[in-house]
């Protein structure tokens, strides 16, 4: 690929043309990172609609790049709540079939530094999160997982990026550069909401987790 052409994708995935500064950041980031721009999933684009201005927004897949391309990373480990938040259901193939979030997740990345292991844990709310768009409409206990995740390697492996989940992404002013022809979606009002018992339902954490305290949630945003 020549540069005339790698200059070229970034303009369409941006759909504007891109002055030498911003060029220079979106390539700076990428380098430094090892993220592939023209990846789907790994960097977003995303434009100002006001005023022109761009910013490079993390995908989860750029995340999990970062992540597992870092040599202090050892693993990453997930525990859900057993309470779960019921949004009604959804029509799959003529069948109505219940849609259910944990109320919490919460993440533990292990590190390796100066020969010594260290876990931090990260725990994430589904009512702090959730947003009124596609992905959490269709996905919602995915998109807690992606927002998790990513809060961890954030802060655990300073990654000073805006990702998916942040409500830069979901401002009006703001369009991601290949926008999705998603179905109609059913619309839930969050604000009706109810937590139910996930006891009988299959869990994705045999071990019991439970409710964390006030004093425990922060708690867990420092170095295990």
Known sequence: MTDDDFISCLNQKAQKMLNMGELMGICGICSK?????????ELHIMVNQRNGNVTPIL????????MSSDPRFRRLTFDYSQDYINLGVIKVNGMEIPKVCPVWIRGNLTTVI???EFTSTRTEFFSDCVKQ????QQSPARMLH???????????????LSDEGSPITENPEYRQTRPQQLPP???????EVE???????????????????EQQRHSMYMPG
Request: a positive charge; aromatic letters at 6%; charged letters at 15%.
């Open 195 to 213: 937590v139910v018992s996930a006891t009988g339902q299959p869990q994705p954490v045999p071990r019991q987790c439970q409710r964390p305290t």
């Open 133 to 136: 768009s596609n992905g959490w």
């Open 114 to 116: 100066d020969g010594k």
């Open 33 to 41: 990172y090892m993220i592939n721009p023209l990846v789907d999933g």
């Open 146 to 160: 992606h927002r998790c995740m990513a809060q961890l390697v954030r802060s655990v492996l300073g990654v000073p």
């Open 185 to 191: 979606q059913p619309i839930v009002n969050f604000d």
């Open 59 to 66: 995908g989860v897949n750029g995340f999990h790049r970062i």
